[in-house]
């Protein structure tokens, strides 16, 4: 299971990334340091700016760079019985497209895996404008549709602090949708991605064990549930 964010970005611990190969080190560097100072509004009106006449040249740009980084990365699933939802840098419709055979994409439903029914809820908050992103009201929506699951698999985590918060990009990323989801139903797992340094890693909702299973890059290490 694959939890969303199958390209790089912008990696917080190098500013290395799809950002920095479109728009360069200085631009990166300057944007980063901005968000990690908890200046969103200044970060906005860097990128607005950056972006300033130059609208569909870089939107050419970060399609094409996307789309190879799919075409890299995606290859490594053939053959594999995988599940994979969208995290909010990812543009699902082209990862669904570029998905080989074996490897399914999820998202607003519930799969059984070895006896377990397994929901999956993609997409991250708004932030930025991206097409993985989705409103808490969408959110909402997908896990209605779920009901109630065994685990249930998202990018986002739920809006609790230890787990939103990223102590190195200094952000805090959480979904009410889903912590109000954990409150009514209390599946007995929710494993999630998205924020790469949490305060903490494994959190307690009631009965629900909460569990961020990323980085992947950072750590090259999956997480075997048992």
């Given at each position: ?29 300057q944007?980063v340091?901005?968000?990690?100072a ?15 006449g ?19 990365i995606?290859?490594?699933l ?9 995290g909010?840098v ?7 497209e570029?998905?080989?055979?074996g490897?399914?994409f999820?998202d607003?439903e ?5 006896g ?19 409103s ?9 549709q ?16 230890a787990v939103q ?6 952000r ?8 109000d ?5 209390q ?8 924020v790469?340094?949490p305060?903490?890693?494994t ?7 909460c ?7 950072a ?8």
């Open positions: 299971m694959i939890l969303g964010d199958l390209i790089n970005f912008i990696d917080y611990r190098n500013n290395e990334g799809i950002v920095t190969d479109v728009s360069g080190q200085e631009f990166t560097d944007m340091a901005l968000r990690t908890g200046e969103a509004v200044a970060a906005g009106a860097l990128w607005k700016e950056f972006r300033k130059r609208e569909d040249e870089l939107r050419r740009a970060y399609d094409e760079a996307i789309a190879a980084a799919y075409e890299e995606l290859p490594v053939a053959g594999s019985e995988s599940y994979v939802t969208f909010n990812d543009r699902p419709a082209l990862m669904k570029k998905l080989p055979a490897a399914r999820v607003g519930v799969v059984e895996i070895e377990l029914r397994v929901g999956f809820a993609g997409g991250g908050i708004i932030s930025i404008g991206t097409q993985g992103e989705v808490d009201e969408e959110m909402a929506a997908k896990l209605a779920l009901g109630p699951v065994d685990m249930l698999c998202s990018h986002v985590p739920p809006a609790v602090w918060k990223d102590v190195v990009a200094g805090a990323k959480g979904s009410q949708a889903i912590l989801y954990l409150h009514r139903h599946p007995p797992w929710h494993y999630f991605g998205d790469h340094q305060q903490a890693t959190w307690r909702v009631g009965s629900t064990i569990r961020n299973v990323g980085y992947f890059r750590t090259g290490r999956a997480w075997t549930h048992s």
